[in-house]
């Protein structure tokens, strides 16, 4: 009798185990939250005689928010580990950065995906070609553009604010 329960238990774990809704995350929107630029700060770098490669800097920096600013959306992500499969599907060129930044939570995501540098696929083709690779049940994405795309694939893509 035992054995027969512990058999059954680790088959009703392999089945939830695979039964797991794969949800996929873009790292730029969702993952880090844009923030608007201080007001006074960009209108004198956006003055003509201000240098482009400082206004280049400062928008590099401030464009995102640092994924630590962000702890309270990776810490529901990881209360819910139990009962989803996350992936992070970035367009983005630069995989060091995404996985640096992300360094912390590692243990929530099953994947991290990043677009080669070589690579001639634009980034909604190629979160297409992962989403389908990976088997992805729903992608959460910030750019309409790329929802819509999406969604004309037969892809369940929606905005990070239910839309």
């Known amino acids: 009798m035992a054995l027969n329960y512990k058999f059954s238990f680790l088959l009703i774990s392999k089945v939830r ?17 844009p923030i608007p630029p201080t007001g006074f700060l960009l209108k004198y770098l956006m003055h003509p005689k201000t240098p482009r490669i400082i206004l280049r800097t400062f928008l590099f920096f401030v464009e995102r928010t640092p994924i630590f600013l962000n702890r309270k959306r990776l810490e529901t992500l990881r209360k819910n580990i139990h009962s989803y499969k996350f992936y992070v599907i970035s367009g983005r060129k630069d995989q060091n950065l995404v996985e ?31 989403i389908k690779a990976f088997e992805i049940d729903w992608y ?11 969604r004309s694939r037969g892809i369940r893509a929606f905005s990070f604010e239910g839309k």
């Open 100 to 130: 640096w930044s992300l360094r912390e939570y590692w243990d929530i995501f099953e994947e991290i995906v990043t677009r080669r540098p070589q690579s001639k696929l634009k980034p909604n083709e190629f979160k297409e070609k992962v």
């Open 140 to 150: 959460v994405e910030d750019n309409q553009f790329t929802i819509y795309y999406l």
């Open 17 to 33: 185990e695979m039964i797991k809704p794969r949800i996929g995350l873009d790292y730029d929107g969702v993952l880090t939250r």
